[in-house]
């Protein structure tokens, strides 16, 4: 079957995940530019519902294969009928008459339950793939953005830390406020030590 759109922009969200810089001291976590991301989960979350409507469409093909041999072997034992009427009336002798209707009563129904069952299989065979294939894209979509999802956690515990980071080095600043000028130098260094050592960490790798 030939690839669809789904599984294109899929192997785009895994390849670009795999692009992704590792995060440090980590071997698992990668730091992700989210709107990047945002950007490929937007055309998949857009291009999934399409994809989903020309499957139904497809089933309601296999519906109306089915429902057309039903048709059909309905007129076809209709026509076998007429003919079976025509032979009774047409024939002098009964006896053959009936023999011969039979034969052709029996043929029709041979037919039509061949026609019903072809298109039985015919309609189960497409109606079955269509849905094992929604259900494979479905489950693809739900594991990326699962890693997405733990990808951008992992970013916000990163800056939550580093929010308090900067926190405590505030409220240290005021209650040396009193303090010598060396004191507030050396808080200040702090400061930009660990301001630039969370700016390493969090920044995305440059392509």
């Keep these: 079957m030939q690839s669809s759109r789904i599984e294109q922009e899929i192997d785009d969200i895994f390849e670009f995940i795999e692009s992704c810089r590792m995060q440090r001291l980590s071997s698992t976590k990668v730091v992700v530019p989210k709107d990047e991301l945002y950007d490929l989960l937007d055309d998949l979350r857009r291009d999934v519902p399409e994809e989903i409507k020309r499957y139904q469409k497809i089933l309601r093909q296999r519906d109306a294969i089915l429902d057309d041999a039903e048709k059909k072997a309905a007129a076809i034992l209709s026509d076998a009928q007429e003919q079976y009427k025509a032979l009774v009336e047409e024939h002098a002798i009964m006896q053959e008459a009936y023999q011969q209707a039979d034969i052709t009563v029996r043929e029709a129904n041979e037919q039509a339950e061949q026609i019903v069952a072809n298109a039985r299989a015919q309609a189960a065979e497409i109606g079955n793939g269509a849905i094992y294939y929604t259900k494979d894209l479905l489950e693809m979509a739900e594991k990326t953005m699962a890693a997405a999802l733990e990808s951008t956690s992992s970013n916000a515990r990163a800056l939550e830390s580093a929010m308090q980071g900067y926190l405590d080095i505030i409220r240290q600043n005021k ?18 030590a660990l301001q630039e050592a969370d700016l390493e960490e969090t920044a995305p790798e440059e392509e």
């Design 175 to 192: 209650s040396e406020l009193d303090g010598d000028g060396s004191s507030q130098e050396q808080a200040r260094q702090e400061a930009a």
